[in-house]
């Protein structure tokens, strides 16, 4: 189960890798459902807020799964993430995961020009080339490494551009990009690796649709933006 938890959230922000969160000027927030089997489940939702050279990104994901009526499966998780002028320097989040407490403290340290984090499952430095797992974001396809934003871990990636394609996104016909992230680390067994599916509209910037397969099918998928 732990596994699968790690799937769910891991995915990823850019780091001091420039952000260019001016692409996103004057987005006020995204809102996706979480599915599973095609049913929803939950949502994760993500609210922006602008103070001149300031950029913060406020992030709330809660959902539940249940079988026979029992609860199998539970996240409720609070993030917050700081940019300023296009580069991260702050991240914190707090997650109960199946009534499990987890956390994530980053700040950028001036003097090694590297991230220091505090997570509960790592806690060390990390090079700028890093990213945290969101859906927000499309330099999620630029970079080669991820930090969990529910423990702090680092975990390395590939991706793969698989072609342009139209899709079907609430009755709305979208123009998107594919593309497929992989871990990549080979000393990772195979139940803690992970393969999403990541459908992205070049034209506004936003990631359309999140795919993956374990222990079910799973689907992040747009609901509204402004």
């Known amino acids: 189960m732990k596994h699968l938890i790690f799937l769910l959230i891991i995915v990823m922000f850019p780091s001091k890798v420039t952000a260019h969160t001016s692409h996103y000027e004057g987005l006020k927030k995204i809102e996706m459902d979480v599915l599973r089997n ?106 080669e490494k991820q930090i969990s934003p529910l423990s702090g871990s680092i975990k390395r990636q590939s991706v793969t551009f698989l072609g342009t394609e139209k899709i079907f996104i609430n009755g709305k016909e979208y123009h998107s990009k594919h593309f497929r992230i992989k871990s990549d680390d080979e000393n990772l067994s195979n139940d803690k690796r992970f393969e999403f599916d990541v459908w992205y509209n070049p034209e506004n910037n936003l990631i359309l649709k999140v795919t993956y397969n374990k222990m079910g099918n799973w689907e992040y998928r747009l609901r509204s933006f402004e």
């Open 38 to 143: 095609n049913e929803v489940v939950g949502s994760t939702n993500y609210y922006f807020e602008y103070d001149e050279d300031l950029f913060v990104v406020k992030n709330y994901t809660n959902f539940k799964v249940e079988l026979f009526g029992i609860t199998i499966l539970s996240i409720l998780s609070e993030s917050i993430e700081k940019y300023k002028d296009d580069k991260l320097f702050f991240f914190k989040s707090n997650t109960f995961q199946n009534d499990k407490e987890k956390f994530v403290n980053l700040e950028y340290n001036k003097s090694k020009n590297n991230f220091t984090i505090d997570g509960s499952s790592y806690k060390g430095e990390a090079s700028l080339d890093c990213i945290i797992g969101n859906w927000w974001n499309h330099k999620i396809f630029k970079v």
